[in-house]
């Protein structure tokens, strides 16, 4: 039987109705509708969750200067950044996070804001064979991060909350026992941030150690000993924790023996052999070398 017009135009006026309805409850965040701070700071913070960052940062970037010296200066700030380094901005991030960090250093926001932007300059940390002024300052601004917040053992401070809240409720409203909870919860709270914050450093200075032996490389490739020792060495002064270390020592005898400083040479194999008893074979070829140059005099 055929749907007659009538029918077919209800049903579709029904459809738009029913479409209309849905899109206008996911609509867009609506604007505040007042220029007050505190409306406008609303609206960016509903936007941000929505993760409209692109409107978000218009939004905050106007804010920026409104805000200043208020209440909201610090909270305007750390949107921001968040804003950009969600957006993949990473320079602009870490241009809000320090001038934070600067401009308002008792926020609330301090330890994450220096948080962030150690992992801002990690995120514009290239690949080994590049500049590594990133990573650099990535570990600097860990390593500082670490320095200003440390936190004790997990299970010492988890056992001191729980010990706190007793107290508490044996003697409610103690302000010291409600202190020393906040400080142990806040302390608690950063704890994986810190286990990040030196896995991070771990494997940024794996990657400078990294880069520096292939500089050494390329220069021993090219014969240019001089120049390829000076990066060994580098890496023996500044990274004994990382996995280039030991490809440095056998790097730098291998240049030695090619420069025939023969006295070095040795006193470097002696040192390997201290260092790395477990890999005496793996430089035997050398020092077999070595004792040849000494049995020929």
């Known amino acids: 039987m055929p749907v007659s017009r009538f029918t077919t135009r209800t049903f579709l006026a029904g459809l738009c109705l029913a479409a209309s309805t849905i899109f206008a409850g996911c609509s867009s965040v609506q604007p505040p509708a007042t220029g007050k701070l ?3 700071y609303t609206y960016v913070q509903a936007l941000v969750g929505k993760e409209d960052y692109d409107k978000a940062i218009i939004e905050l970037e106007s804010l920026m200067f409104d805000a200043r010296a208020t209440t909201l200066e610090d909270d305007v700030l750390f949107e921001l950044a968040g804003a950009y380094y969600e957006s993949e901005q990473y320079l602009l991030a870490i241009e809000m996070y320090r001038r ?10 301090a330890a994450d804001a220096q948080f962030n ?14 500049d590594q002024e990133h990573t650099r300052r990535a570990i600097r601004e860990f390593r500082l991060y670490l320095d200003m917040y440390p936190v004790r053992d997990p299970k010492q401070l988890a056992e001191d909350i729980e010990m ?6 044996l003697n409610p409203g103690n302000a010291d026992y409600e202190r020393q909870l906040a400080a142990a919860s806040a302390e608690f709270a950063r704890v994986e941030k810190a286990q990040e914050a030196v896995s991070s450093v771990i494997s940024l200075r794996e990657k400078l150690s990294r880069s520096t032996y292939s500089v050494a490389e390329q220069y021993r490739r090219l014969k240019r000993y001089r120049a390829s020792m000076l990066y060994f060495d580098e890496i023996l002064r500044f990274y ?9 020592w056998t790097g730098k005898i291998e240049v030695l023996i090619k420069r025939e400083k023969w006295f070095e040479a040795k006193a470097v194999l002696d040192a390997y052999d201290q260092q790395f008893p477990e890999n005496i074979d793996k430089v035997a070829g050398y020092r077999e070398k070595v004792v040849q140059h000494f049995g020929n005099q």
């Open 164 to 169: 706190y809240k007793g107290l508490l409720q």
């Open 240 to 248: 004994p924790d990382t996995t280039y270390f030991e490809k440095a």
């Open 100 to 109: 934070l960090l600067e401009q308002t250093p008792g926020s609330p926001h």
């Open 117 to 130: 932007l150690a992992r801002s300059h990690m995120e514009l940390s290239p690949d080994y064979p590049r």
């Open 38 to 40: 505190t409306d406008r």
